[in-house]
């Protein structure tokens, strides 16, 4: 963005006792706003019409139902986020049944991931990103159950890179042996995501 | 169709756009490939709270329009629309 | 900046003498950005309140609980400060005297700045059509331009005001008390067989709800023009 004429005693509503070394570069704090950005209307999928399934270069296909899915053994994560459009929130809390839970016995030899939303949202992550602790399907955030408008009933949750790859009404993983931009990566946004290292925009 | 609180409408982009196309447009028609339906840009849906903007088929919501702005440069794809239509100014 | 006009407790109209102010149309807006000492940027869009005929141009703002934007501007900014907007910008929400009518306007709290500047237009142009307007406010000292809109009333051509108010009434109150739904259209907005064309201006919810009830009574989808400010206000 240009540079505009500095507008006297405006400040925003960054707090500024913001831990400066748990920020990315160019990040400020929001907290304890949640904004809500969305490309689209808030889908709002019945839980009895849910599933979520991994699909795609895997040996065979998984999907569970709701109930399944609660079944599954889920963890509390306690994670900074960090959104492409500067705003990054402290210690959220979040439960959510982890990456590796979920490929536990599938078989493949995917290197990337694509994961789909309700709504036809798209985005893309390598695989070794999403395993070994570092990534979730939420269904709760701050002890509540993950609000609509914030990707509930599910979203995936990959704190590590930018949000938006932290898919919103997530419906599932289709697993790929090559990467491939989803819907941000298509319009100009990184492939990968790094917050640290700025990664916002393809070329950064 | 079940509408979604941070919706605005094309008149909200109307700024970004005439950076763009140098003239106002929001009155300018676009036309959806899934439902086929035509209007003016100021009546489509816009959702502005994003990483970019996107307009969408106010019908059938469908993306018409992306617009997103890296540093020194603005993307425009046009996923789902079969044309966009600029009048001539009166 | 020319002068702060404090309109009620929790919204500021903001008049301007703009240099080179090519003049807007009646429904247009600005985008204001406004950037902090340390190159943080925040922009929004308002609509311009004030009509063509007048050569400042007005933008009515209303304070939005953690508005980072409108808490500035309507608490804030002083006569004298720099003031960065880009526009006039807009020309599917407009209204000319040209374009005939009648009129029906249905306004959601701040939404009325732009049809404001409608009615103010009407005014100055001696235009003959008809005017109405539905305005939703929360309660009646959240009337935003009440005394103006009171003489815009008044004489034969005026505009015919419908207020209803949402959250409280003064005492003796016989107006409408609820939030603008089909069945108050259809006992205040002109029937469709007029013809009419209708601007609504609001909170998103607001404006959808009001053109879904319009179309239920016949308007045709392209009478209806709508501008919506989102969640909140704008």
New interface residues.
């Given amino acids: 963005?240009t540079?505009?004429?500095?507008?006297?005693?405006?400040?925003?509503?960054?707090t500024d006792e913001a831990d400066a070394s748990r920020l990315p570069p160019g990040q400020?704090r929001v907290d304890p706003?949640f904004?809500?950005?969305?490309?689209?209307?808030?889908p709002?999928t019945p839980l009895d019409e849910w599933t979520f399934s991994i699909a795609g270069e895997v040996a065979e296909p998984k999907t569970w139902n709701w109930e399944e899915f609660q079944a599954l053994p889920s963890e509390e994560i306690r994670t900074d986020i960090h959104c492409?459009?500067k705003w990054s929130k402290l210690d959220t809390t979040w439960k959510g049944v982890s990456i590796d839970t979920l490929l536990e016995g599938v078989e493949h030899d995917a290197t990337h991931v694509l994961a789909f939303s309700d709504g036809?949202y798209t985005t893309n992550v390598p695989l070794e990103d999403l395993v070994e602790g570092k990534a979730w399907v939420a269904f709760a955030f701050d002890g509540q159950p993950l609000e609509d408008?914030h990707g509930g009933p599910a979203r995936l949750l990959v704190p590590h890179l930018y949000f938006?790859k932290s898919a919103k009404w997530v419906r599932g993983l289709q697993l790929m042996d090559h990467d491939e931009p989803g819907f941000?990566e298509?319009?100009?946004?990184h492939m990968y995501g790094d917050p640290w290292r700025e990664q916002?925009?393809?070329?950064d | 169709m079940e509408g979604s609180e941070t919706r605005t409408d094309g008149n909200a982009i109307a700024g970004v756009l005439q950076e763009v196309f140098v003239r106002e447009v929001t009155t300018c028609r676009i036309a959806c490939a899934s439902c086929g339906t035509v209007e003016p840009i100021g009546a489509e849906h816009a959702y502005t709270q994003t990483p970019g903007i996107v307009l969408r088929c106010r019908h059938c919501e469908d993306v018409l329009l992306v617009v997103t702005q890296p540093p020194g440069r603005t993307l425009l794809a046009f996923p789902r629309s079969r044309w966009m239509e600029i009048a001539a100014e009166p | 900046m020319a002068e702060l006009i404090d309109e009620t407790p929790r919204v500021r109209s903001i008049v301007l003498n703009v240099p080179d102010w090519p003049g807007h149309r009646a429904g247009q807006h600005v985008d204001v950005r406004l950037t902090a000492e340390d190159g943080y940027q925040a922009q929004r869009s308002y609509s311009i309140a004030s009509m063509p005929e007048d050569p400042r141009i007005s933008i009515t703002v209303e304070l939005l609980p953690e508005g980072e934007v409108s808490a500035y501007l309507v608490g804030e900014l002083r006569l004298g400060d720099p003031f960065e907007l880009r526009g006039p910008i807009g020309g599917y929400f407009v209204w000319e005297a040209r374009m005939g009518g009648p009129l029906l306007l249905v306004a959601g709290g701040s939404g009325i700045a732009p049809l404001m500047s409608m009615l103010r237009h009407r005014q100055a142009s001696g235009a003959s059509v008809g005017a109405r307007l539905v305005y939703s406010s929360r309660s009646w000292e959240d009337i935003i331009y009440r005394d103006e809109l009171e003489r815009l009333a008044a004489g034969a051509n005026g505009v015919q005001v419908f207020h209803t108010l949402t959250r409280s009434q003064p005492e003796g109150w016989t107006g409408y008390a609820r939030r603008v739904d089909g069945a108050m259209l259809s006992e205040t907005a002109w029937p469709a067989s007029s013809t009419p064309m209708a601007f609504v201006c609001g909170p998103t919810p607001f404006v959808e709800s009001v053109a879904n009830a319009l179309v239920l009574l016949g308007y045709p989808a392209t009478s209806v023009k709508t501008e919506r400010f989102g969640p909140t206000g704008g």
Avoid at chain 1, 3 to 14: D, L
Avoid at chain 1, 35 to 42: E, I, K, M, Q, Y
Avoid at chain 1, 200 to 203: D, H, I, K
């Fill in positions: 963005m540079m505009g004429r500095i507008s006297r005693g405006f400040q925003g509503k960054r400020y706003d904004p809500v950005l969305s490309a689209g209307p808030t709002h492409v459009t036809d408008e938006w941000w298509t319009y100009g946004y916002r925009y393809s070329g």
